[in-house]
Structures are given as C-alpha cells and as structure tokens.
C-alpha cells in the first residue's frame, strides 16, 4: 500500500528470505535482491578496479594513453545499475567503513522491522542511518510499544520473557551483571524523542495492530477507527497462556478516551527526509487469505477509498465488486457508488511494469468515496441502547433487504429452511454498510454464492452483530432474535455454513497450528482471571486441593449445564465423576458425556 517511488534504491535490515524483502521484490517489480555480502563483493570488484586502472595509468608515459586509461578508471567506478535495487544487510554489517563509504547518501528508502529494539543505543544507530538516506529519502521503521495494550492483557515481553517488564520501563530487566542484553520495547513518547535526537525533523507514526508479525490494521496517528473492533480483531500473542483479558473488546473504549494510539501495540513509523509524509490514514489489509483474496483497503486523506489486490493473482476480484454492486443495485439496494481505475499515487506509473521478464498491465484499483455516515453496526447498538422497540423494526429493515437482494428461487415453505436466493451476499451484514439517508447502504460485496439460503445470510446478520460484545447479550439475548426470525429450527445448518465460509476464507485449517500457537485459548484466559481474584493460598485451597483425595471419594456434580459439561472436558479423565444431580425431573435418566443425571434424592442414600 506505501506508495514507494518507481527506480528507487532500498535498504532492508535483515535477511533476504524474510517476508518483509520478498514482498519488496514483488512490488518493486524490477527489484534484484542483493545480500550484504553480494553488495560488499560487489564494492570490493569496483575499488579493485579502480586501483588497477589507476596503477596502470601511473606506470604509462604517453599521454593519450593516459587519458584513456582515466577514461575507463571513470567508466569502471561507476557503481552497477542501482534501479529498483534491494539490498539486505544486517546491522553490524551497516556499520563496517568499507560498507559505509560504499553507501552513504545511497537509498531512497531504509527499512528496519524490529531492529533498533535489539541494539543497545538505537539513537545512535538512527543517526548512522539518516547518513545512508538520499538527500529526499525516507526510513520506514517497525517497532513495538511498550505500553500495547497486549502486555495490560497479560502477554509477556518479546525480549526478556516476563510479564509487565516494558510497562515498568525494564527497571527489573537487565539488573544483574551476568544478564545479556536480548532487545527492549519502547513507548510513542520515547520513541519520538529519539528520532529528534537523531535529526529526523519530520515523522508520522501509524498504529498496527494486532501486531508487526500480523499488521491486518494500520491507523495514522490522526486518524480513530469509525467502526467496531469487537469482531474485526483477532489479537496475536508472543505468549497466549498467560492472557488474562479479551483484547479486541477493549479498544473502543480506548478510542473514545483517547488512548486508542498510546496502547496500539506496534507502530510503523515514516520518517522523510523531503519533510513530505503519506496521504494514507487507514490500512486494512487481509493478507492472510492468501494472494488470490488478498486485498489492501486503503482510506486517503483526499477522502478517496481505495482497493488494491496484494497480489496480482486477486486483481480479478475488484470486478467482481463492481459487478456484486451493480446487481444489488438494480434490486434496488442502496451501495456506495464505485469504478474501477489507476492506483492513487504522488508519482507516475507506466503504464507498463516488468516483472520477473514479464510485462504486467498497468495495476488496478477500486475506488470509491470516503463517507463520514455512521456504520450500520454501530448504528444498531446504539439504538439497541436507546430504543429496543426502534431497534427491532431496523433490524426488520435489514433482514428485509437480505431478502430483496436477489431472486426468490424457492419459497419459504415455513419447516425452517426459509427461502433461497438466486445470489446470496455473504458479507451483507451491519458492519459492512453505513446508515444513511435513512437506510442502510451497502459496500465491500465481495463475496456471492449462487443458490444460498437466504436464513444463512439472516444468521450471519445476527453472528456478526453479537461477535465480541457480552453487553449486546445482556440488553437483548440472542435467542430473542433467533426466535424473531426464525432460525432456531434449523441453527446448526446456519452456523456450519458461515464457519465453513469463514475457515475457508482465513485458511484456517492451513493456519490452524501458527494460531494455535499465537492465540490465546479461551478456557486459559478463565482459568487466569479467576487466579487473579484469590490470594496463592486460597486459589490452592479452592481451586487444587479440591481434588485431594478425589480417588477414594465419590465425586458428584450439581447441575448438568454447561459448568458441567466444561469440569467434565476438563477434568474427567483425571477425576472420574460417579453421577450428576439435577433439579429437572425430566432430565433424570439423561447421560452428559456417558455420566448418568439422577435425582437429588440420591443423596439421602
């Protein structure tokens, strides 16, 4: 999405395998990774010849021969082509004289994900790297904050692996002789300090979340989400299993309180010589879904909105969102009006680019206007707050358009199956429309299946409206809505085919162990909020020695909900539970993962 200048030099502080260099290869289009080692062979060729051609014209007495001798020292000096050149180096290569004599004032762009963390005076090597940046050139930094929101949840520190160190400044990190430096997080505050220290007089930092590792949002310092993060987030984690908070539930409460920015947990930094900064406010990006589905959404400050396929496998799929909008239209849905053309960019582009050998079109993009309406899903749940009644009849309207977004192919014949559409909208939910002009207007229609039932789509209308919000729950159960529309019947139909939808699109079964890895586990995160709320002895008391001496008693469970069915997931197979009891006569009889539910007065026995 960075709108980088075509022919330009880069700097990327790293390996020339990781993700970050190959993605730059793919964009710069006419990009040769170069290594440190590469680009350092590659000075010491030129010196060599230099040197030689310059012993050669000493040692010749003729003069012409001497000025052509000159003439090819001039000639074999000049360094290789550098158009759209990336090299990768790390660090202490940077710092050797042969290297920095090689490249001074030598790139337009500098890259360094996560770098200066692992120095021990990063303002210093700041310094060193404005010194390799043209005159107009600019540095691209990726850091973490120590004051992410991620950390007050309870993950640990990426560097010394405890709990709180950033947040308390590392005042206990790094405190005995024999401990090796590993790397350090800083705030905004810090970090800005630095910079001006380091003679970058202008700089725009953008909030990433959820982190650098998985930079799906990108926020200008100036710029607060208009819409609801509950459900958009999927927080990532060095280490899940010490995650006490829900993440995503808290960061609307931040925006509103100012503090949205502060407690982002990573921020990309662009630091311009030229003193010009980016015109993007807001990146939302779904790499994840692989390069056929991956799309940018960039928000410009020119109150344009722009789509860019990531990759050109997926540039097919910006027509397919001018068509989807074009159909709901002529059904009379209201979308946001939107055309197809050339990607915004400060520079010019050919109208050809040359990638691998290969001639590319000209890139293509979505573009559509930036509206300052409400979002639908917001929209909802503060009428939910206001007036329920009110709500109820708008979200009628809503269910009411899903319905009229496409032929009727098969009636709704009233056994719980509901109609079916010609064409289903799968993303035709509150949170991807605005309320305006008192109706809902539609955008981001990606996603169209033929023959779909239209109950799937009034599933997902109420699953993405409730995701991530318990005080939803508690103003009007969801049942209620389930009731209202009919879905009870046939749930387990809906909620499969919006999971398969779902795991399909984020690859999930591809993704399943990194997630695993990176995401907490809902169970733990509990178990660790319940620890919180007892001193050591007594959680001990409560929560472990409850089972001492389980073997020689009988173990018995009250109630046979959900509780019991978690203790028995849990710890069934540790502790085997001799029976249930359950005030529900007509329960009685009814097994719960093969353990039998009886009646109370059992315990008279």
Known sequence: WYDFKPNSTFLYLGEKDDPCAALLNELTGQTACMSAAQASAQTATQTAAQTNAQTVAQTNAQTAAQTNVQTAVQATAQPADTSSRLTCASPLQTLTPQWQQAHTAGFDYIIAIETLETLESPAGYLSHLKSLLKPDGTLLLGMNNRFGLRYFCGDRDPYTERNFDGIEGYRRAYAKKEDTFQGRCYSQAELRSMLQSSGFETFQFYSVLSDLKNPSF?????YLPNEDLSNRIFPTYHYPDTVFLDEESLYNSLAENGMFHE?????????PLSGRISDVSHVTSSMERGPERALLTIIHRSGIVEKRAAHTEGILRLGN????GRDLSTHGISVVEAKLGHPLSAYNIPDTATNHGQELPRPVSYLMPYLTAEVGQLYLKRLLHEDQDMFLRKLDEFRNLILQSSEIIEPDLGDGNGAVLRKGYIDMVPLNSFYLNDTFVFYDQEFCKENYPANALIWRMIATFYAGDLEVQKLMPMETLLNRYDL???LPKWQKMEWDFLADL???KTLRKYHEACRRNYDAVNSNRQRL????EKYQKLFIDIFRNA???????FGSGNFTKRFLSLYGQDYPVYTIVDNSREKWGQEVEGVSIQSPEILRS
Do not use: P, V
């Not at 407690?263 to 630091?271: D, P, R, S």
């Not at 969102?321 to 989807?324: R, S």
């Not at 073997?551 to 469970?557: N, V």
């Open 218 to 222: 990108l926020y200008a310092e100036d």
């Open 263 to 271: 407690m982002a947990n990573a921020y990309l930094i662009e630091c």
């Open 321 to 324: 969102l001018i068509e989807h």
């Open 488 to 490: 009870k019947r046939k």
């Open 506 to 508: 984020r690859q999930e």
């Open 533 to 536: 709320n007892y001193s050591a």
């Open 551 to 557: 073997d020689t008693r009988k173990l018995i469970l």
